[in-house]
C-alpha cells in the first residue's frame, strides 16, 4: 500500500489576505507586464496618499470571501 502524504493548511487572515494581493498587483504592474498603461496606474498606487488602494483590496478579499472563497497557506 502506498502512503499519502496529507498536507496541513492554515487560514490566511483577513489583514494578510489583502496585504499580499496589494504587494501583488502592485509589483505585477511593475514587473509583470509590459502594458503601456502600467507605469501610470503603479505611480498612481505609489503616490496615493490616502487609503483608496487598502480599502479597494479589502473590498476585494470581502468579495471572495462573501463566494465562499478562502485563502490557505500550506502549513510547515
Known sequence: MSERKV????????DEFASLLMEGVHTGL????EAPSSSSLWKAI???????????CRYAVDGLKSMGYKLV???S
Not at 511593475?30 to 507586464?33: A, E, M, S
Open 7 to 14: 498536507n496541513a493548511y492554515i487560514t490566511v487572515e483577513d
Open 30 to 33: 511593475r514587473k509583470g507586464t
Open 46 to 56: 505609489a503616490l496615493s496618499s490616502d487609503e483608496a488602494w487598502g480599502d479597494a
Open 73 to 75: 497557506k500550506e502549513a
